[in-house]
């Protein structure tokens, strides 16, 4: 802590440093809250999937219901850990947009392939194996 | 020297030196850096997914196959699995917390928060050797890969029988277990049984199987072998990795580097990396071991 008063802390970093960011004590508190509380959320989604994907068999439910819950779950997961463990949610738009829109549209495209050129692999056994 | 920087050539390019994203060069690679990667993942996870229905009863159930938990007997499916992928949720928590303890200059904060992310991602690579010997290993029983033939099924469809593989009912190797079951029934009905004569002429030309490897699988289709090793292999890459970058910002903290220069960010940035990491791994929990 000895170094914690010298200018540099305090927003007359050099040039380069000025967006590495600080934070007050209460701050600290209030982003600490925040961090707990995302993590309730992470492990009650995670325990309930593992109950989910143990007990689904027994309790007789579909089980493409069981699948899409695991999804669904799944993407609101990667939403929190994005979201507030990697700051994204309070990053400026241009960098929110800038990293989610490339990578969502890749995706699609990657599953839009998968569904639609996917009858080759069905070929591919047929001559080659 | 503020209000006074005008239009040159030195920072016409930088735009005044303002950053439109509000976020230093190194922060802004290591997302750019996170979107590729998290590309390479999006294609493992959806070749595996349109494997693992293009061969619909043949692929293994994953909790049939990852059924161990260390110092302990029985059967318990997903149970380890779980706990690992808590305990790789945790290191991320204990990570942001020391991203925060970065941000209130507080290098001891950073110190401790940072060192229980290296114990976790330490545990976490410890646990997935341990599954991937399991793997390899395999059961004591093993499971028996079928030769050339075909098999017809009761709804009189022609299967073809090579590399399909089977497995016991029980200890008593009596009767092998053949994969077609939703041909057979729903999900909750029994397999295929072989027994007798049938049983055999299918052990002449088939072959015993032990564990698996890139080629063989006593679980079921090879390919399930080549992409748990694969996906969850490069995932671990990242984790060993990620251990490394973490380890060596830590050392850095210690020699109190950032505490002169006045600012965490580094901390910051592996954080992201860490984070990335433990997204990834929530994927392929859903889509290798739930789904």
Redesign the interface.
């Given at each position: 802590?000895?170094?914690?008063h010298?200018?540099?802390?305090h927003g007359h970093?050099p040039?380069?440093?000025k967006?590495?960011?600080?934070?007050?004590?209460e701050?600290?508190k209030k982003?600490?809250r925040m961090?707990?509380n995302?993590?309730w959320v992470?492990?009650a989604i995670?325990t309930f999937?593992?109950t989910l994907?143990?007990v689904w068999?027994y309790l007789e439910i579909n089980?493409g219901a069981v699948?899409m819950t695991?999804?669904i779950?799944?993407v609101a997961?990667?939403y929190f850990?994005?979201a507030y463990?990697?700051h994204l949610k309070h990053?400026?738009k241009?960098?929110k947009n800038?990293?989610i829109i490339?990578?969502v549209l890749?995706?699609l495209y990657?599953?839009y392939h998968?569904f639609t050129e996917?009858v080759y692999?069905e070929m591919m056994d047929k001559y080659f194996f | 020297m503020s209000n006074t920087a005008t239009m040159d050539s030195k920072t016409a390019w930088g735009g005044n030196?303002e950053?439109?994203?509000?976020?230093?060069?190194g922060?802004?690679m290591m997302?750019f850096f996170?979107?590729s990667d998290?590309?390479s993942f999006?294609?493992f996870l959806?070749?595996y997914?349109?494997?693992r229905h293009?061969y619909g009863s043949l692929w293994p159930s994953a909790?049939n196959v990852f059924t161990h938990f260390p110092f302990m007997h029985g059967h318990h499916?997903?149970?380890y699995v779980?706990l690992m992928?808590?305990i790789l949720?945790?290191s991320?928590?204990t990570?942001?917390?020391a991203v925060?303890?970065g941000?209130?200059?507080?290098?001891?904060g950073v110190i401790v928060w940072l060192g229980w992310t290296l114990l976790g991602g330490a545990i976490f690579l410890g646990s997935q050797a341990w599954e991937w010997y399991h793997f390899i290993h395999g059961t004591e029983l093993g499971a028996i890969e079928l030769g050339r033939g075909t098999f017809t099924l009761p709804n009189g469809t022609v299967e073809h029988t090579y590399g399909v593989i089977a497995r016991w009912a029980d200890d008593s190797k009596q009767a092998l277990l053949l994969p077609w079951r939703e041909i057979a029934g729903n999900?909750?009905s029994p397999f295929i049984q072989l027994t007798g004569e049938e049983l055999t002429k299918v052990l002449a030309s088939g072959k015993e199987i032990f564990g698996a490897n890139l080629t063989h699988n006593e679980y079921g289709h090879p390919l399930f072998g080549d992409f748990f090793f694969f996906i969850t292999g490069f995932h671990g890459t990242h984790v060993f990795s990620g251990v490394i970058l973490n380890f060596i910002i830590f050392v850095n903290v210690i020699m109190?580097t950032y505490?002169?220069?006045?600012?965490?960010?580094m901390v910051?940035k592996v954080?992201?990396y860490w984070?990335?990491v433990?997204?990834v791994w929530?994927?392929v929990?859903?889509f290798f071991?739930?789904?």
């Open positions: 802590m000895e170094h914690s010298d200018n540099h802390a970093a040039e380069p440093y967006y590495a960011a600080h934070h007050s004590e701050e600290g982003t600490r961090i707990w995302m993590f992470l492990l995670t999937e593992v994907g143990l068999k089980w699948k695991f999804i779950l799944t997961k990667a850990i994005v463990y990697m990053e400026r241009a960098l800038t990293i490339p990578f890749f995706a990657l599953l998968i996917g692999s | 030196n950053s439109p994203y509000g976020a230093s060069y922060k802004l997302w996170l979107i998290a590309l999006t294609g959806s070749a997914g349109f494997y293009y909790e499916p997903l149970l779980a992928t808590f949720i945790m991320s928590v990570m942001v917390l925060e303890a941000h209130r200059m507080d290098r001891k999900i909750t109190g505490q002169k220069r006045g600012h965490y960010e910051e954080g992201l984070h990335f433990d997204l929530v994927f929990f859903t071991y739930l789904v």
